[in-house]
Nanobody, 115 residues
Framework: QVQLVESGGGLVQPGGSLRLSCVFS????????LGWYRQAPGSERELVAA???????NYADSVKGRFTISRDNAKNTVYLQMNSLKPEDAAVYYC?????????WGQGTQVTVSS
C-alpha cells in the first residue's frame, strides 16, 4: 500500500505561481513512478507531469516550460512547481504513484486561477 497526501493548492491570479507537494508513505520501495494529474469540471483526468524512479521526466505539451516536477527522496515528497499559471490550468490536481502491479491516487488539491 502507498499513501499519498497532496497540499499546496489555492487561488492564484493569472501569471502567478504555486508549488504543489505530495508526500508519499507506505511501501515506497515499490514505486516506479510518480505523477501529477489534473481534472477540470466536465473533463477527463489528464497527465500533467511524471517522474520515474530513475529521474526521467515528461510533461504534457500544455505545461512544458511552465511546470517543473521534482522529487526529494529524503522527504518522500514529489513537487510540482507551476509558473505562469493560466485560467485553463485550474483543476483539481492529483498525485499518483505507479508500482509494478497497481497504482494509487491522492485525494487531490484544488487549484483556481482567476483574477
Amino acid at each position: 500500500q502507498v499513501q499519498l497526501v497532496e497540499s499546496g493548492g489555492g487561488l492564484v491570479q493569472p501569471g502567478g505561481s504555486l508549488r504543489l507537494s505530495c508526500v508519499f508513505s507506505g511501501s515506497i520501495f515499490s514505486i516506479n513512478a510518480l505523477g501529477w494529474y489534473r481534472q477540470a469540471p466536465g473533463s477527463e483526468r489528464e497527465l500533467v507531469a511524471a517522474i520515474t524512479k530513475g529521474g526521467r521526466v515528461n510533461y504534457a505539451d500544455s505545461v512544458k516550460g511552465r511546470f517543473t516536477i521534482s522529487r526529494d527522496n529524503a522527504k518522500n515528497t514529489v513537487y510540482l512547481q507551476m509558473n505562469s499559471l493560466k485560467p485553463e490550468d485550474a483543476a483539481v490536481y492529483y498525485c499518483k504513484a505507479d508500482t509494478y502491479v497497481t497504482y494509487y491516487w491522492g485525494q487531490g488539491t484544488q487549484v483556481t486561477v482567476s483574477s
